[in-house]
């Protein structure tokens, strides 16, 4: 006898996006005791580590240093919070949450509002190839890479570098880019929550420089805010840039078909996963964005097929890095060299 019943990942695959998103509603309340620990276990290790870092100025720099790494950790877990802040998903009260996210968002150097709608528009338009350039990392196809004149091929070529993708771009998306609402220049409130933004920042800093100094910025401000940048670009990167990925012209774009199979689900250690807030559960994320972080294991644990689906692990996701075109006929990811041989 042959068992021909389906494997989760086949269920997974023939179960459409719409019929998840009826599956996940019942996972979309928040609870207030555990929104409230969540954002106290992360802001208040985070403080503590800040006055640590600045009292070990005093003992060795390299200590100073070590532990600002360490508090890297505790920032991007900020931005998580604020990301689920920002899709109402943290607090049942949207003014509380938009709130508290404009908070983080100061120590986070993102501009809640702004960044709030741009990814609003990552996720209503994510897998669409007519609308590409807000909130996402730019993909071309390997047709209209083929097109440009040799200069924009350089360009392209450099903008998807590792390192510009990983090692300039974070410092410049955080320290430089935040500061102006670009993509939604023209809109009033816009400027106004990247200026209040940018005001509560200076007076951070200028405290920071007034009782400490230069040290403290170069010690602590600078490497925790680098390093979390840097891991949160790479989070993002990696959520959407794999081989079988989703792209679709945009009379065929459907919303939760690419949510389902345009996200990825990156597995990683117990510790990476907290500190990342469960983010690499993102085609669930995808599929409900109003599922709190801490959820959405509860979501894998009950339903195999999507603990199943578009699993990527670490190694898996380093040989993503090479993949830069999409390829519409193959229905893939593919590198410079593969483009050459299609």
Not at 140 to 169: K, M, Q, S
Not at 241 to 266: I, N, V
Not at 281 to 289: E, F, K
Not at 302 to 330: C, G, K, P, Y
Request: glycine share 6%; hydrophobic share 45%.
């Amino acid at each position: 006898m042959f068992d021909i019943s389906e494997t989760p990942l086949q269920k997974a695959e023939t179960q459409s996006g719409r019929d998840w998103v009826k599956v996940l509603s019942k996972y979309r309340d928040p609870s207030l005791s555990r929104s409230s620990f969540e954002l106290a276990i992360t802001l208040g290790p985070f403080i503590l580590l800040w006055a640590l870092a600045w009292w070990s100025m005093s003992v060795s720099y390299w200590l100073t240093f070590t532990i600002s790494l360490f508090n890297a950790g505790f920032l991007l877990r900020l931005f998580a919070i604020q990301h689920d802040c920002g899709h109402g998903a943290f607090f049942q009260n949207r003014t509380v949450s938009d709130w508290i996210g404009r908070v983080i968002g100061v120590l986070t150097l993102t501009p809640y509002d702004v960044w709030r709608r741009s990814h609003s528009i990552h996720h209503s338009s994510s897998g669409n190839l007519g609308r590409r350039g807000i909130g996402d990392i730019m993909t071309l196809t390997v047709t209209e890479y083929r097109d440009l004149a040799p200069i924009n091929r350089l360009v392209y070529r450099l903008y998807r570098n590792p390192i510009v993708l990983f090692c300039l771009g974070p410092g410049y998306l955080f320290l430089a880019q935040n500061r102006l609402p670009l993509g939604l220049m023209g809109i009033g409130k816009y400027w106004v929550s990247a200026m209040c933004t940018n005001a509560a920042i200076f007076v951070w800093v200028a405290l920071v420089l007034y009782f400490g100094g230069l040290a403290p910025i170069l010690l602590i401000f600078l490497p925790s805010t680098l390093l979390a940048a840097t891991a949160g670009v790479w989070l993002f990167y990696v959520q959407h840039q794999f081989e079988t990925t989703h792209w679709e012209p945009e009379s065929d774009w459907q919303l939760h078909e690419a949510a389902l199979e345009g996200s990825s689900h990156y597995v990683l250690p117990p510790m990476l996963q907290w500190v990342s807030a469960n983010i690499g559960i993102h085609h669930v994320h995808h599929l409900y964005s109003r599922i709190p972080f801490y959820r959405l294991p509860e979501v894998l644990r009950d339903h195999a097929e999507l603990a199943e689906s578009n699993r990527m692990t670490i190694r898996q996701s380093f040989h993503s890095v090479r993949l830069r075109l999409w390829d519409a006929d193959a229905r893939r990811l593919v590198s410079f060299a593969q483009a050459r041989v299609r």
